[in-house]
């Protein structure tokens, strides 16, 4: 059983967007689609990077994150991977090459969190 946790105001999370949070020592992205949240760790499961900071930037639109190392994409809502290593430094590169720069790695999700929003705030549940 996990430990539940305040992220902040729901108001702080803009409508339609993605917002990078820190909250106990998490690193976590927050998507808001009106009063609905979604919460994963702010971690590429290709190598571990941030999927906010990095050279291809933030990427994300219509609940979709792209990673700005290698360009995987993922749904923030339910972690499935849609699209693994498909460039380098947030530009696409051919496809003979995708398995070198995945380095062996199968296809991942992303680690999703329970969120919910309650008094205007929003919580997740970490383990």
């Excluded at 976590?28 to 590429?44: F, K, T």
């Excluded at 906010?52 to 792209?66: A, I």
């Excluded at 994409?73 to 991977?81: A, Q």
Aim: hydrophobic share 35%; aromatic share 6%.
């Amino acid at each position: 059983m996990g430990t539940e946790i305040r992220v902040g105001p729901l108001s702080d999370v803009r409508d339609g967007a993605l917002t990078a949070v820190v909250v106990g020592g998490h690193r976590l992205i927050v998507e808001r689609r009106g009063d609905e949240v979604h919460v994963a760790r702010n971690r590429c499961p290709h190598l571990g990077f941030s999927l906010t900071r990095g050279p291809g930037g933030l990427r994300y639109e219509d609940g979709v994150v792209q990673c700005p190392w290698h360009n995987s994409r993922f749904d923030v809502k339910t972690g499935d991977n849609l699209d693994w290593v498909t460039g380098f430094a947030g530009r696409r590169v051919p496809s003979w090459s995708r398995r070198l720069i995945g380095l062996g790695r199968r296809p991942r999700g992303l680690d999703t969190l329970s969120a919910t929003v309650r008094d205007g705030d929003v919580y997740v549940v970490v383990e």
